[in-house]
């Protein structure tokens, strides 16, 4: 292990500590206040439901970030990314997406699983099988509706940081 892996370590400990001893809480009307270190997971619940997008662009950017370098480190045997800032902004925008989509895809679940069109009929989801029956639910037609456009646009954004232009270059081809 290199000093940069501790370094590492010591980041996702770091970024742990800061989701459960959060410091910040929200205010009644959604303003951000000092908040009791003790509920910092409740605090960090609290802060996530009153600023969805914003917490979405931190939490993905900084760990997709994380995961990026981790990504690179395994290739390289560094943790060097070339464009580093870009990418935490391109993942965090996605972040913002996944809030939109997290919370479309649940009520559109909820609202089949409340309904006839339901596979197996109207279901209660008041008992725990049928919570898991909508985490599992929600996740499988997220995941076969919105992953695959997700992931080109990523690539996309990817190869647009890496070759520092939008599109090919008219008149040049590129083969292999």
């Known amino acids: 292990m290199k000093i940069s892996d501790f370094a590492a370590i010591g980041f996702l400990v770091l970024y742990a500590c800061a989701v459960f001893f959060f410091p910040l809480n ?62 935490f902004v391109v993942w965090g925008i996605t972040g913002v997406v996944f809030s939109y989509v997290f919370a479309m ?41 919105f992953a695959y456009p997700m992931m080109l646009g990523h690539e996309w954004c990817n190869d647009v940081i890496n070759k520092k232009r939008f599109c090919r270059r008219r008149g040049v081809s590129r083969i292999g």
Do not use: C
């Not at 662009?57 to 994380?66: E, I, Q, S």
């Not at 990504?71 to 990314?81: E, F, I, M, N, P």
């Not at 009929?121 to 499988?140: K, N, P, Q």
């Open 26 to 87: 929200v205010s009644a009307d959604g303003h951000f206040v000092m908040g009791s270190l003790s509920d910092g997971f409740s605090n960090f619940g609290r802060v996530t439901a009153a600023h969805p997008y914003l917490m979405g662009f931190f939490k993905v950017g900084l760990l997709a970030t994380f995961g990026e370098m981790l990504k690179v480190r395994r290739r390289t045997g560094s943790w060097k990314v070339p464009r580093l800032f870009a990418r």
């Open 105 to 145: 895809f649940a009520a559109g679940v909820g609202a089949l699983m409340g309904s006839p069109v339901w596979p197996v009929g109207s279901v209660d989801r008041s008992t725990w099988s049928a919570t898991l029956i909508f985490a599992i639910s929600t996740s499988f037609w997220q995941n076969m509706i």
